[in-house]
């Protein structure tokens, strides 16, 4: 790292002592949801002393150019293929300090047409000693027509930075009038962003997973289809899918002529975590709801990911997502067939320095691999070369 007294990864490593090596500790929905607000005053009031001087810091420290990382993929450009996953800046409000960060591009979201409370409290659970999460929040937002408000107040259309929306079906609204629902959202919030997500691979709102069901999907996007909006169209599904279900969606996202796919959203699965118990509760994981993020879902994303790639148009692009949480993994997903990979749990444990370190090894494998650009490297299958260097400083990249 750089020799900065601002340092914003020192003081994640600080505060991570206390916060983030234990279950317990302060609410970890509170510190998210803290976090994010915090971000999006520092962005409302940036051109003002010392808020100014702090987000060139934050640049400075995490942030880079290098062009072999530019991609176009779906309509959009993406200056790296590091990007934020879903479900961190849920109503938008940090949406223009992501890119300070060093990621390509940033999904804000899960947005629902109608404000939604979520489910009941506690539902974000710290998993420390596993670098994992068990969330059960319920899609919780201000709704879309806050979300619009909030980016509209943030001039993102001047920034040269890559946004999407992941939209949820709201949980009044029954499951056949669906359609209508994520229609709402899309249109209204269309014109403030690159590219839309529709979810409906979330665990913790009822029936959304049906949404999977080939015929149920095939509605679902040819009713949006017809909509007058000129952003391209992702789908994001879920890791418990069969290989049957996961290489018809890829046919059919092909055939429907969307943007790509993400693969993929948080697991009912306890992926071998069955009897760890939950500090807040006292219970095991299998008796509690929710998906599960973070390390433990690193294997089955990459076999998904895998699977999709083999079964699918290779034009279509992929998005990787799940348990990426250092260099080799960001690498293992792109040689697997992923464009794009996105983070959250692994940044909230490993704090902002992952997004430069991992940009810093995707630079190192192109150049001991012969590659001139990221694109060479997607589905090349060429696995991890272990580099001996110096840990992660900005004078190492390559500018």
Known sequence: MTKNPLSIQKIHETLSHVLLTQDGGINAEQLSY????????????????PLNDILRHIRNEFTTQDSRLKQYLFGC???????????????GVGAGMWDCFGFGFAEI???????????????????????AALNRMGFNN??????????????????????GINIGKSKVTVLDQ???DYASSLQLLAPLVNYGVINISSPNTPNLRDLQNISQLRSLLRNLRKLPVNIPLLVKIAPDLTNESISDIGRL???????GIIAINTSVNRLGLDNRLLLETGQKLTQEAGGLS??????????????????????????????????QAAWERIAAGASLIQLYTGWI??????????????????????????????GSNIPWTAIHSQPFSKESQHQ
């Open 178 to 180: 669906a359609h209508y």
């Open 349 to 378: 444990y490993n704090g902002p320095a992952l997004v430069p370190q991992i940009i810093e090894g995707l630079q190192s494998q192109l150049e001991c691999n012969g590659f001139s650009k990221i694109s060479e490297a997607v």
């Open 142 to 163: 201000n709704g879309a027509q806050y979300v619009k408000q909030s980016l509209e107040k943030q001039y993102l259309k001047k920034k040269n930075m890559t946004l």
């Open 294 to 327: 973070g390390k433990p879902l690193k294997k089955r994303a990459l076999e998904v990911l895998t699977y999709l790639r083999k079964s699918t148009n290779p034009v279509l692009p992929l998005i990787g997502v799940g348990g990426i949480d250092s260099p």
């Open 109 to 131: 979201g899960t947005v629902t047409w109608y404000t939604q409370l979520g489910n009941y409290r506690p539902r974000l659970f710290r998993l420390s000693e596993e670098k």
């Open 77 to 91: 450009e993406f200056n790296n293929p590091v990007g934020l996953a879903a479900g961190l800046d849920k109503n």
């Open 253 to 259: 996202a092909y055939d429907e002529g969307l943007g």
């Open 34 to 49: 803290l976090t994010v607000i915090l971000l999006g005053q520092i962005y409302q009031w940036r051109n003002t002393f």
